[in-house]
């Protein structure tokens, strides 16, 4: 089992940055995938990025590619989503979750935080 704590949002203007930690208690393996998901009001949740724990290989959504930066420490057992650039649709709530594979469905993703509030101002 794990559990996952997200933190780091905030309100931003357009343009700016905001830098979002995921801390996992419990069991994280090689095999894991980290990944994070938005949701907006009236939205479904959606994927944004994702990392392979035990080779870091990366993976982001179009609408983000370029923008945001996903990471993970592996020491310390947290994964970081560093948002550049930011847009009013990128408002939302950001969770953390973990899979067993990569996919960017959230229903490969079994566990999950409570995410965390990102609000973008134009």
Known sequence: QVQLAESGGGSVQ???SLR???AAS???FSS?????FRQGSRKDREF???VRWGTGLT???????????????????????QMESLRPEDAGRYFCARA??????????????QGTQVTVSS
């Open 100 to 113: 067993n594979s990569y996919d960017t469905s959230p229903t490969a993703y079994g566990h999950w935080g």
């Open 14 to 16: 357009a343009g700016g």
């Open 48 to 50: 944004v990025a994702a």
């Open 59 to 81: 993976y982001y959504a179009d609408s983000v590619t370029g923008r945001f930066t996903i990471s993970r420490d592996k020491a310390e057992k947290k994964v970081y989503l």
């Open 26 to 28: 419990g069991s994280v």
């Open 32 to 36: 894991h995938v980290m990944g994070w």
């Open 20 to 22: 979002l930690s995921c």
